[in-house]
């Protein structure tokens, strides 16, 4: 069965501070590599994906590590916001299909404090 | 909207009755996915279609669950003879026909079985 695991579960920061939320994969298919942002009572929403020939990806306050010997892959939330108070979803597809089918992490339930 | 619609929102059902979902993709997406999300959990692959061919269903908990998108847009997720176990939030999601395109994600419906 392939798997995401994803942690920490939960992550308490406080505004201005770094929010980090690391995930490991086990298939080395695994050829694309999304970050969802959900919150709640609404959908999960792409935040930000990193292909595994580079080794890291940064968009606004949001970067991706990605480390494909070790098949970990991490976000960073640079000068963290209330706002990004969210879960937050790492997911990896199954490649070489004809679609892709979307493995999910568990989850990490970010709270940024004032 | 340009988003993906889903309803109801919220449906409440005995144990033992049917229901129906309703999944309204992006226009033009050929691809729809629906997961099964738990409380506190990631999104779970339910099943796959490729405009109205339904490519996998390997996700579906039991022949109690039926997918449908028989003119290539529409979706419905059916469950009969509802369960306890049945209550989540079910997401329908779309993207485009490539390879690692992102998926749009509905509000999904939160279905609870009393």
């Known amino acids: 069965q392939q798997q995401v695991k994803q942690s920490p579960q939960s992550l308490i920061v406080q505004k201005g501070g770094i929010s980090i939320i690391n995930c490991a994969y086990e298939n080395t298919a695994f050829d694309y590599f999304p970050w969802y942002q959900q919150f709640p009572g609404k959908g999960p929403a792409l935040l930000i994906a990193?292909?595994?020939?580079?080794s890291e990806k940064k968009e606004g306050r949001f970067t991706i590590s990605f480390n494909k010997s070790a098949k970990q892959f991490s976000l960073h939330i640079m000068d963290s916001q209330p706002g990004d108070s969210a879960t937050y979803f790492c997911?990896?597809?199954?490649?070489?299909?004809?679609?892709?089918?979307?493995?999910f992490g568990p989850g990490t339930s970010l709270s940024v404090i004032p | 909207g340009a988003g993906v619609s889903q309803s109801p929102r919220y449906k409440v059902a005995k144990r033992g009755q049917d229901v129906a979902l309703r999944c309204d993709p992006i226009?033009?997406?050929?691809?729809l996915f629906w997961y099964q999300q738990a409380l506190g959990q990631g999104p779970e692959f339910l099943t796959y279609f490729q405009n109205e061919a339904q490519l996998d269903k390997s996700g579906l908990p039991s022949d109690r669950f039926f997918a449908e998108r028989p003119e290539g847009s529409v979706s419905t997720l059916k469950i009969q003879r509802t369960q306890q176990e049945d209550s989540a939030v079910y997401l329908c999601?779309?993207?485009?026909?490539?390879?690692?395109?992102?998926?749009?994600f509905g509000d999904g419906t939160r279905l609870s079985i009393l």
């Open positions: 997911a990896a597809p199954r490649g070489g299909t004809s679609y892709d089918k979307v493995i």
């Open positions: 999601a779309s993207s485009p026909p490539f390879t690692n395109q992102p998926q749009h």
């Open positions: 990193i292909r595994p020939d580079v």
């Open positions: 226009s033009g997406h050929v691809s």
